[in-house]
């Protein structure tokens, strides 16, 4: 179901938070739930998938991640401000150690010319940690492959954070 890399991406992952004792959450928008779909794929990966949240619409991301209507308006779904409020949200409504979030616009259409087709904001965090973020730009590749592009993007993110 999901490519070789991703798989490859969410077994160190989950090997990484397993010795560790950590608990992820997921907050998605434009992958929908893959993130949580690629994590889940493995064999024994509840014991480190506390849950995901899927927050396509700007009331989800109020309403579930508690992320304020105010920065949405300011900045735009898509932006490194909400992925970084997505992610610090699913940590604070799950009883997970860490989260990730993912907000972009995948395409065929929705894109601007400050916000294009391909662009995508990823958010880790972590209890009593920095969150990190990364904007990627992948560019009008096609729905699904910015969608997959994206979850290797978050695995990648979370191992830097693990």
Not at 69 to 80: D, F, M, N
Request: contains cysteine; aromatic residues 4%.
């Amino acid at each position: 179901m999901f490519s070789g890399n991703a798989t490859i991406l969410a077994k160190a992952f989950l090997k990484e938070a397993r010795e560790r004792g950590l608990h992820i959450a997921t907050a998605e928008s434009c992958t929908g739930g893959l993130i949580a779909g690629a994590l889940t794929s493995i064999p024994g990966s509840s014991d480190v998938v506390d849950r995901g949240f899927v927050v396509y619409t700007n009331a989800a991301k109020t309403d579930l991640l508690s992320v304020p209507k105010a920065l949405i308006k300011k900045h735009g779904a898509v932006s490194e401000e909400v992925a970084r409020a997505m992610a610090e949200g699913a940590l604070k409504n799950s009883a997970a150690e860490m989260s990730i979030s993912c907000t972009g616009i995948a395409g065929p259409s929705g894109g601007t010319r400050d916000k294009p087709v391909g662009l995508v904001h990823i958010a880790a965090a972590r209890k009593n940690e920095t969150t990190l973020s990364e904007e990627c730009r992948f560019g009008d590749i096609g729905r699904d492959a910015v969608r997959m592009k994206s979850v290797e993007a978050a695995l990648k993110l979370l191992l830097q954070l693990v």
